[in-house]
């Protein structure tokens, strides 16, 4: 499909389910950047998860989001029961005025259900020249190190860093050892997933993706990946004032879309902090990095995709089944 003809599908999906214009260009922008960049996990997959949650009444299709300054440096957002899309895309340029004429500020977004990539919101800070970082927690799918209970969400991270002239240096990555989303595609196409990925529903590993999601997924790098969840938890829920994984589950009408749940944004000048000439410094940084053979800067894949026409290879089972939402 053209990149036009997906963005035309999500929104006449959304638009049939009672989505109004505002929610539903915010959403389609979303998930048309999500396979722009071949990001298959956070793109059109999502769109029955959305529609589920439409539906049921959980999330409001008309939700107005409040952007409101707590202090000049911390912007708080409430997403009105809506989808995250909107809430950032109102709440984002708050917070970059904020960060520039402070040197660093932060945004919690609250009563909000966020369904979509993180990077899309640190790219966008990281493109008028600041440092973002973002975290959100989700339903718990994840046991701590050692356990095999499920306790955190995949808990993503993402973190921008500016380089002017150039394409920001970014990454978003789960705290899980695999994306949900990524293990859930491994299932319907029938692929293993690397040991360690998971545990059955008996606490065995499995590389059987179905397994794992009857199970519980695993923590990146046992104790520290373990440890860098938990700080996802009380940044995204703790510091937001919203649902922690688990309370999520115990609030959802478990209707296969998103949880409510939390997300917080930081976003720093390096101009502010470090001074004029911040940016030569650090592309003496990247150049030393990229000098050592077989590396790659986090995101430069993605990026480079963009340059690839406008075409992108999409599930046609999903597509179906998008189509079959209109009525």
Known sequence: MTLNEIENLARDVFQANGCDHSNTEALVRAIVSAERDCSMSHGLFRVPGYITSL?????????????????????AVDGDNGYA???????????ASA?????????????TYHFAAL???????????LVGLACVCHLPVVAPAGGSEALFGTNPISFAWPRPGRTPMVFDMATSSMAQGEVQI????????????????????????????????????GYK?????????????????????????????????????????????????????????CEDFFKRYM???????????????R?????????????????SLLD
């Open 291 to 305: 000098s050592i053979d077989g590396t790659r800067l986090p995101g430069a894949r993605r990026h480079k995709i």
């Open 99 to 111: 960060a520039k004429e402070l040197g660093i500020a932060a945004m919690t977004i609250a009563n």
């Open 225 to 281: 990946g373990s440890a860098i969840a938990m700080m996802v938890e009380l940044l995204a829920a703790g510091i937001v004032g919203d649902n922690f994984s688990y309370e999520a589950a115990e609030n959802d009408n478990g209707d296969g879309g998103p949880a409510r749940g939390g997300e917080f944004i930081l976003a720093i000048s390096p101009e502010r902090l470090a001074g004029v000439g911040w940016a030569d410094h």
């Open 85 to 95: 899309p909107l809430a950032l895309e109102l709440g984002l340029p708050r917070l």
């Open 119 to 129: 990077w899309p919101e640190t790219e966008a800070l990281a493109e008028q020249g």
């Open 55 to 75: 539906r049921s009444g959980k999330v409001s299709g008309d939700a107005r989001p409040v952007v409101k300054a707590a202090t000049p440096a911390i912007i």
């Open 186 to 221: 491994a299932a319907r196409d029938g692929h293993e997933v690397p040991i360690g990925t998971g545990l059955s529903a008996d606490g065995e590993a499995t590389t059987d993706p179905k397994k794992v999601l009857e199970g519980v997924l695993l923590p990146f790098g």
């Open 307 to 323: 340059s690839m026409g406008d075409t992108r290879h999409v599930n046609a089972a999903l597509v179906e089944e998008i189509k």
